[in-house]
């Protein structure tokens, strides 16, 4: 048999389901990659060995019993933004370092339910805010394919573990492009569903109108069979949506004949880098010999993107994050004077800057005098960028173009100038705002570094997406190549 | 100069829903501290609101009550500030688009007066927490503990238009929208529990002036008496420092009901930059006509209806139509005797509103703790209409009634308090009278006709006051003609 580690969701399903392999010994063999690889990258801000074996000891009786699903025993990792009961869930920040939530995520508990084994929690930046995983309490997360670079971010951790083979899968989210660039610049593949798709009951928000939760995998394949286990409506979330999860898997081999390709003029203008814009050139060769046309559609709205966003979401998280007030969880200063050092101590020492930064972004687009200058306008321009998609979608099946304006950049390199690092984000923010869903699939590399391919689908259009990633990836082998040092 | 007053009223009532307005928790009032907050009332990382259904219902209830506007859509907004007992960091209410808009109350002043005061909205919101000074276990020294089992119980904060101009008026708009939400029954309206309270801004202006004062808020007043004290102390402030050439400062102010005054409590200046926005963890509430229609359906007889029909339909006076509706169970009671008496609406008015009202009052009880019932005030009133006993022993009766839990016949009988009827008997009583009072009666027939009421008086005696009073009359009239 192939090394455990480098086969895929629905390799190791088949494996476990023909009971060539256990999932303990599956457990075992990722927790030990996990461990020998932890000092190197960083990808996980808790290890949760002993829970895992449980859970996969539980799966082999299922498995034996013969009530296994589609996923059981499948070990994956969850980033450490969704709670998990009874384990650390830090999201990256000081403020929540020893918080153990009494509860599991939806997510978590859909994934469990099927069977799914927890390996750890991935690492993060802090409240998911960031584009490098560079703002981690917990340290920043390296890239598999050249340490001294960064992997993206938010969900760093989670496409580094998934490139390095640390883990099959791993959960993530995604308000701004935190899964799909990290998967572009890790070469994993990465999905946002559409906004309501996944429910948000137990991921600690960061901005509700743009969260969501979704995967990062080695494949299309290993998205649409753990997306289906893990969407759907949820009552305790009132922004998912009541709508039947279609059988993702059963739509992946569909052919592309006829299918109408948008090229955002907006992707592919200025600031895009040559070698990549090639590789997304190839890449759309590839769907085209399998019958798809393309047509250059225009989004005039999108290059206003990222400064929506930028109003948007630090407003949301502003409020979102008044609750780590030091009172009933989380970090509390030492020996508060009284109610107001408690409050600013507790919150000056527990955040980070990138986090605090938000907050006063929030605070200040908010404030009487300039929420109409900000935040209302903001808005108006969201749903303005909302309309360009929609009308795209009246001629185009997908739209297609890169996630991220370049490879992998240096740790260090932008964290002195964070409207530098907000740019990162400039193509995958669009598709946050309108709330549709997206991937990024790998597509080539430039100078040793992997680079990404989007993909961006009509609202609920996941089933789409994920056939046209796996057709491309049938084609193509960028997706199983793995990092020099994590092969073996 | 001379000032006028004027008045806006913030209401919040609580709505009686078994559960909280975004979270499965229970809202009974009394549970041990902090034995009614689950994960979604203590703010934990990643839960997320979920509205109760119900609340909204009994917002559109109330809406439709005051003939106001149930809008289509309504957006939930965060009002953003901290505080201990406020565990988000934010409130969620409604701020832009409230889910009731324009309405308007009619109210009867002491003097027979009507005025129509508007509604300028109603909106849902949720309630914070408590923080408790003393009394929860383990709390020492200057240390201030929380019980969140309030926060995110629903309550509709009811603000009014600048409409009224003294305490009294503001009372009487407060007493008219307690009587609704109870005839509702979408709130218990206990004010000692903080069911239902307000917030009064009052304001002064020179009469005849359109612009408005500047206005000082006063906070949670949770008595009808609070909100005339408070009020007229204020006015009193205001029109002390308006007349020594002073300004008054935009503030919020707290009554203090044991010194009976206002005082400042923050001013404009310290006011919070509340930061609303609409709150994105929660979708807007789209209401359509059939939703409207079955809401509708459901509403009881309010209590301007019920009064209108017992003015025309019982022929009550406008004053004790209005006294009879203030209260459901109190119009209840009264239609019940009605009923077991078979009409005469008068005689069921005056008892209840007279007697009963006077028994209960004595005792501090409700109505629905009464302790003679409707069918048992009937019973005696049967009495009284068909001449077994006059108004004067009713009134004997119905305290006898009250202690000992009797119906009215048994005690007619056992004490013998039938009505004399027979004209012989009074008669016989009247000739006694008149036999041992020999003066009075030569004083009478010289023309002292003051006497009169002496006769009566000495023939009711002599009768145990059972005679019957207009017979009693007419004989005792015709005998002392000689």
């Not at chain 2, 009064?307 to 019940?336: C, K, M, N, P, W």
Request: charged residues 25%.
């Amino acid at each position: 048999m192939t090394e455990l580690h480098t086969m895929t969701v629905a390799e190791l399903a088949a494996a476990l389901r023909s009971r060539q392999v256990s999932s303990v010994e599956l457990a075992r063999s990722f927790l030990a990659r996990i461990e020998r690889h932890q000092a190197d990258l960083n990808a996980f801000i808790s290890i949760t060995a002993e829970a895992a074996l449980e859970q996969a000891g539980k799966a082999d009786e299922r498995l034996r019993g013969g009530d296994a699903g589609a996923l059981t025993g499948v070990p994956i990792a969850h980033k450490d933004i969704f709670c998990t009961a009874g384990e650390k869930t830090t999201c990256g920040s000081r403020m929540l370092a020893n918080f153990v939530s009494p509860y599991d995520a939806t997510v978590v508990e859909r994934l469990r339910a099927a069977g799914v084994v927890m390996l750890g929690k991935t690492n993060m930046d802090e409240f998911a805010m960031g584009s490098s995983n560079e703002t981690s309490y917990f340290g920043p997360v390296r890239n598999p394919w050249d340490p001294l670079r960064v992997p993206g971010g938010s969900s760093g951790g989670s496409a580094a573990a998934v490139a390095a083979r640390l883990a099959p899968a791993a959960t993530a989210t995604d308000t701004g492009g935190s899964i799909r660039q990290p998967a572009a610049l890790c070469g994993v593949t990465g999905i946002k569903p559409t906004y309501g798709r996944v429910s948000r009951y137990g991921m600690v928000a960061f901005a509700s109108s743009l969260d969501q939760g979704g995967l990062i995998t080695q494949s299309a394949q290993d998205a649409a069979l753990l997306l289906a286990a893990m969407a759907g409506f949820d009552e305790r979330d009132s922004t998912s949506v009541e709508l039947p999860v279609p059988d993702y898997a059963a739509g992946l081999e569909q052919p592309l004949k006829g299918l109408k390709i948008g090229l955002l003029k907006e992707f592919f203008d200025r600031g895009l880098d040559d070698e990549i814009e090639r590789h997304i050139r190839a890449a759309l060769d590839v769907l085209r010999a399998q019958g798809a046309v393309l047509k250059e559609v225009s989004l005039p709205n999108l290059p206003l993107s990222v400064p929506t966003y930028y109003v948007v979401a630090p407003a949301e998280c502003s409020s979102n994050l008044a609750r780590f007030d030091g009172v009933r969880y989380g970090y509390r200063c030492e020996k508060p004077r009284d109610l107001l050092d408690l409050y600013q101590r507790s919150r000056g020492e527990g955040f980070g800057a990138e986090v605090k930064r938000r907050i006063m972004t929030g605070t200040y687009v908010l404030s009487a005098g300039y929420y109409d200058a900000f935040y209302l306008k903001a808005q108006r321009v969201r749903q303005l960028i909302s309309n360009d998609f929609e009308h795209a979608f009246h001629e185009v099946d997908v739209v297609i173009g890169p996630t991220t304006p370049t490879a992998a950049f240096e740790l260090g390199a932008k964290t002195s100038d964070p409207v530098t690092m907000y740019l990162n984000d400039i193509y995958t923010i669009g598709a946050n705002l309108a709330g549709l869903p997206a991937m990024s699939v790998p597509c080539g590399f430039v100078q040793g570094l992997p680079v990404g391919m989007q993909i961006i689908g009509a609202h609920f259009g996941e089933e789409r997406l994920l056939n046209v990633a796996h057709r491309y990836q049938c084609e193509t082998d960028w997706h199983r190549r793995a990092p020099p040092g994590f092969v073996a | 100069m001379e000032w006028q007053t004027v008045i806006g009223l913030e209401i919040h009532a609580q709505l009686a829903t078994r559960s909280k307005i975004f979270s499965g928790s229970a809202t009974t009032y009394g549970a041990p501290p902090n034995a009614q907050a689950n994960l979604v009332d203590l703010a934990y990382p990643g839960v997320l609101p979920v509205l109760n259904a119900e609340a909204v219902r009994m917002a559109v209830k109330f809406g439709l009550a005051i003939n106001a506007r149930v809008m289509r859509r309504s957006v939930f907004a965060r009002k953003n500030y901290f505080y201990p007992d406020l565990p988000k960091g934010y409130q969620i209410s409604q701020y832009e688009l409230p889910i009731v808009c324009g309405g308007a109350v009619d109210i009867v002043l002491e003097d027979g007066t009507d005025r129509r005061i508007g509604v300028t909205r109603a909106h849902l919101e949720e309630d914070a927490g408590k923080s408790l000074h003393e009394g929860l276990a383990g709390l020492s020294g200057a240390l201030t503990g929380v019980d969140l089992n309030r926060a995110g119980t629903p309550l509709i904060e009811i603000v009014s238009e600048p409409q009224m101009h003294s305490a009294k008026e503001a009372v009487a708009y407060m007493k008219k929208i307690h009587t609704l939400v109870r005839y509702l029954g979408i709130c218990d309206g206990n004010m000692q529990e903080g069911s239902f309270r307000c917030d009064a801004n009052v304001s002064l202006r020179p009469r005849g002036a359109e612009k408005l004062g500047t206005r000082a808020e006063i906070k949670n007043l949770n008595s009808f008496r609070f909100v005339e004290k408070a009020i007229n102390y204020e006015v009193a402030r205001q029109i002390e420092l308006l007349e020594s050439g002073r300004q008054v400062t935009q503030e919020t102010r707290l009554y203090d009901a044991d010194r009976g005054e206002t005082r400042s409590m923050r001013s404009k200046e310290e006011a919070n930059d509340y930061r609303y926005f609409p709150d994105p963890d929660l979708l807007p509430v789209e209401i359509d006509q059939p939703y409207i229609d079955a809401v509708t359906a459901d509403l009881p007889e309010l209590p301007d209806q019920k009064a209108q029909r017992f003015i025309s339909q019982h022929g009550l006076s406008a004053y004790d139509a209005g006294v009879l509706t203030a209260g459901a169970e109190l119009a209840d009671y009264y239609e019940a005797v009605v009923h077991e008496l078979g009409g005469h609406p008068k005689v069921a008015a005056n008892a209840v509103m007279g007697e009963l009202a006077g028994l209960l009052n004595r005792d501090g009880l409700e109505i629905a703790a009464s302790r003679v019932s409707a069918r048992r005030l009937a019973g005696l009133l049967r009495r009284v209409v068909d001449n077994t006993i006059s108004g004067k022993i009713a009134k004997d009766v119905i305290e006898a009634m009250w202690e000992q839990g009797q119906e009215a016949d048994s005690i007619i009988q056992a004490r013998g308090l039938r009505q004399i009827t027979d004209e012989s008997a009074i008669e016989a009583a009247i000739d006694a009278v008149m036999i041992a009072n020999p003066s009075q009666l030569a004083d009478y027939r010289a023309g002292k006709e003051k006497l009169f009421g002496f006769f009566v008086g000495q023939v009711m005696k002599a009768t145990g006051g059972k005679a019957n009073p207009a017979r009693l009359n007419e004989l005792l009239k015709k005998k002392l003609g000689g």
